[in-house]
């Protein structure tokens, strides 16, 4: 009985496999006959516990990560998982996670970065659970699994990638933490590179931020000194928003604020040119500006 609920269950699978059976079947029919032949029974025994095992490899092979983690309580990040892109996005995002909570300040932005990055580097993964992202280091905690994993399927080029990625989404806020700078410190010594070399990528995205910030400092220095007399000036924010003059309720200029700056904001043409940077960075400053002004004659 065992045998047939077998057979039906894998002859349409495979046909080396229905080779095997039909010569099973053809032993077991004779084997009423033959129950005496202990050499008809051991091959009978043999190839049920064969095709047992098939069934429990085919079983493993589907089921292989849920088993080892979730019943097993084996690491996700062992040397058991698989490398694929679904669960490298999911390594980016598990030490994504780990350098947003480690900042003190506001980490929306960041989230929003880390978000925005999966989705560029990962494009034709399927769809993004975004729920999952906030609470990641909570359930995995040991960051270092997470690197000897991408240490052992990574090459050079796709180290360094690893380090712009957490040193960006570090200094998205222009700060950098002391957790932070330990986590980017780790990555490199489990990737095998020097430190003076992640020291000298830590330097140069530094010294990029800090003129980002001047190039916006003057701007806005210039934008004021430049200012129309005051009485246009309303008017004139009014209208870098998008809005027109006979607009009084603050609440549709915080909506528009919103949607310009999301528009225009400078992270969005960070693969431009400099000089088209640069553009977006004064566009950037100016819609600030106007938005600053407006909140404080309009509240």
Not at 20 to 45: A, K, M
Not at 143 to 161: C, P
Not at 163 to 169: H, T
């Amino acid at each position: 009985m065992i045998f047939d609920h077998l057979y039906y269950s894998f002859s349409t699978s495979n046909s080396n496999l229905l080779a095997v059976l039909l010569q099973v079947n053809r032993y077991s029919g004779s084997s009423h006959r033959e129950e005496e032949n202990p050499i008809v029974q051991f091959f009978y025994i043999f190839m049920s516990i064969i095709l047992m095992l098939a069934l429990v490899f085919t079983i493993l092979s589907i089921f292989r990560d849920f088993i080892l983690h979730f019943l097993f309580k084996i690491p996700q990040f062992s040397m058991l998982f698989r490398y694929t892109p679904k669960n490298l996005r999911f390594a980016y995002k598990v030490i994504g996670c780990h350098i947003v909570v480690s900042d003190a300040g506001d980490r929306r932005g960041q989230y929003m970065f880390l978000i925005s990055y999966l989705k560029r580097r990962f494009p034709k993964v399927e769809r993004l659970n975004l729920s999952e992202i906030p609470n990641l280091h909570s359930y995995y905690p040991k960051t270092h699994e997470v690197y000897v994993w991408l240490n052992r399927h990574f090459k050079e080029e796709e180290k360094l990638q690893f380090i712009d990625f957490m040193v960006d989404l570090a200094f998205y806020n222009e700060k950098l933490s002391r957790r932070e700078l330990g986590l980017i410190y780790e990555a490199g010594k489990v990737f095998g590179i020097p430190k003076i070399e992640v020291k000298s990528i830590l330097t140069m995205r530094y010294k990029f931020y800090q003129d980002k910030r001047r190039r916006e400092q003057e701007h806005r220095r210039k934008t004021r000194a430049t200012r129309r007399p005051k009485k246009n000036l309303k008017n004139e924010a009014l209208k870098i928003l998008g809005l027109t003059q006979n607009i009084t309720d603050f609440d549709v200029v915080k909506k528009a604020y919103r949607n310009m700056a999301k528009k225009h904001h400078p992270d969005r043409f960070h693969n431009d040119s400099e000089q088209e940077q640069e553009k977006a960075h004064e566009r950037f400053t100016e819609i600030n500006t106007a938005y600053e002004y407006l909140e404080q004659v309009m509240k």
